[in-house]
């Protein structure tokens, strides 16, 4: 049976993340994707203009995938139980090659307009999950906030710089303190 162009359209941009994550973006060339699928290079190009074009939307599948996963995995939570669980999952503690995929990512993003463009979503995206999860804990009284887009742009900022710190140099100790220093920051700003 053959595959349709949209399975395989999917499967090329798996198999480029998959080649991101083990080399890094800017060391993937068409040659290796398509020597991993087992495929010519004008399957490539039929499905996608240009190589930039092909990493952009592999890109986005990849981050959107991962939100969307992490979005459900937080369901069954309580509001405190999700506020954690994002926090947690954001401070590596040991080199992980997905989270050095994204700090490549950024870096492109810094001087490529449509990679800050996809950041852009995706930051609106993850920002929108922190005040979801700050409003529901309002919500049922088990978070006190007044302006929550503001505390959760705040919160966001810390994970954040901290996220970049410890993907660079990841180790438990740093991940402890970093957590330490935003549990305090949260009970500060949200009890």
């Not at 999917?10 to 994550?21: G, K, P, Q, S, Y």
């Not at 997905?98 to 700090?103: R, V």
């Not at 957590?179 to 500060?188: G, P, R, S």
């Amino acid at each position: 049976m053959k595959e349709s162009a949209e399975a395989l359209s999917t499967r090329i941009l798996d198999a480029a993340i998959v080649l991101f994550i083990e080399k890094g973006i800017e060391k993937v060339t068409t040659r290796e994707l398509t020597e991993s699928m087992g495929i010519s290079r004008s399957h490539i190009y039929h499905y996608f203009s240009n190589w930039q074009t092909l990493c952009l939307a592999a890109l986005e599948r990849f981050m959107q995938v991962d939100y969307e996963t992490f979005a459900d995995s937080l369901k069954m939570l309580t509001p405190r139980q999700r506020l954690a669980t994002l926090i947690e999952s954001h401070l590596p503690s040991a080199p992980d090659a997905t989270w050095q995929l994204y700090a490549s990512f950024w870096q492109t993003a810094a001087h490529n307009e449509a990679y800050a463009a996809l950041a852009d979503e995706m930051t609106d995206a993850w920002q929108g999950l922190m005040e979801a999860i700050i409003r529901d804990g309002v919500t049922d009284g088990t978070l006190q906030c007044i302006n929550v887009p503001r505390t959760a742009r705040q919160i966001s900022a810390m994970l954040n710089g901290y996220a970049d710190l410890l993907t660079i140099n990841p180790s438990e100790k740093k991940a402890r303190e970093a957590l330490a220093d935003l549990n305090q920051f949260i009970d500060a700003v949200l009890s």
